[in-house]
């Protein structure tokens, strides 16, 4: 069956440490790749996306993610954090051949001022 | 962006009695919504995937009696919770995706803010 794994649940940094965030995922066939984000009290929103192309993708906020095919791997990456990014990262992997979207469990990024 | 809009946010209910939540997105149509499930401290878990003017489709485990899923327009999507137990108390979360020109195969979520159920 078909997955997402994030291996971090809980990340605490402090402001302009560097961050990633791991998530592979288990699907051999032409995967959508996506990063959202939920902010504390606000909806689930979308950070950064993966269709196809250059895998390294950069998002909203200097944040960026690496698809490494080989390795089913899409780790997000921000080279300096800010309190502000406290919230909860989710990955996700749409796959275009069952139309589904597949959550990892999310990482708690707490960055302290 | 997209935005959808999900109502109520937060519901308190006796057991036994049914709930429903809407799911609107407000700047755009959407063919498709999909209803999650978010239990503490785990991920989104997919309920069903509602299409406008045809059946949902629900995900293996659940229940399609206890679960109703009602796509009626390309704006409007809702879930009634019947005879709701303690066991139904969660966090339940619409989205609905945009379909980006000449393909089907892509589009981003937007989600709703989400509706706390809490059933004492």
């Known amino acids: 069956a078909q997955s997402v794994s994030q291996h971090n649940h809980h990340v605490i940094l402090s402001e302009a440490a560097s961050l990633e965030l791991g998530c592979n995922y288990s699907?051999?066939?032409?995967?959508?790749l996506f990063w959202y984000v939920q902010y504390p009290g606000q909806h689930l929103q979308l950070l950064l996306k993966?269709?196809?192309?250059?895998?390294l993708v950069k998002g909203i906020k200097g944040f960026e993610a690496e698809f490494i095919k080989s390795k089913f791997s899409f780790n997000l990456r921000k080279p300096s954090v800010q309190w502000s990014d406290t919230a909860e990262y989710f990955c996700?992997?749409?796959?275009?051949?069952?139309?589904?979207?597949?959550f990892g469990t999310g990482t708690r990024l707490k960055v302290l001022a | 962006g997209a935005v959808v809009s999900q109502h109520p946010s937060w519901v308190i209910c006796k057991s036994g009695t049914s709930v429903k939540i809407e799911c609107r997105s407000l700047?755009?149509?959407?063919?498709?919504m999909f209803w999650y499930r978010q239990f503490p401290k785990q991920s989104l878990m997919l309920m069903a995937t509602?299409?406008?003017?045809?059946?949902?489709?629900?995900e293996q485990g659940v229940e399609k009696d206890k679960f109703l899923i009602n796509h009626a327009s390309l704006t409007l999507s809702t879930l009634t919770v019947t005879s709701a137990h303690p066991e139904d108390s969660s966090f339940y979360i619409c989205?609905?995706?945009?379909?980006?020109?000449?393909?089907?195969?892509?589009?981003?979520?937007?989600f709703g803010e989400g509706s706390r159920l809490t059933v004492l």
């Open positions: 989205s609905a995706r945009t379909q980006t020109t000449g393909s089907l195969n892509t589009g981003e979520l937007f």
């Open positions: 699907y051999g066939g032409t995967v959508n």
């Open positions: 993966y269709f196809s192309g250059d895998p």
């Open positions: 996700a992997v749409y796959n275009s051949g069952t139309y589904k979207y597949i």
């Open positions: 700047d755009f149509q959407a063919t498709t």
């Open positions: 509602s299409n406008e003017g045809s059946k949902a489709t629900y």
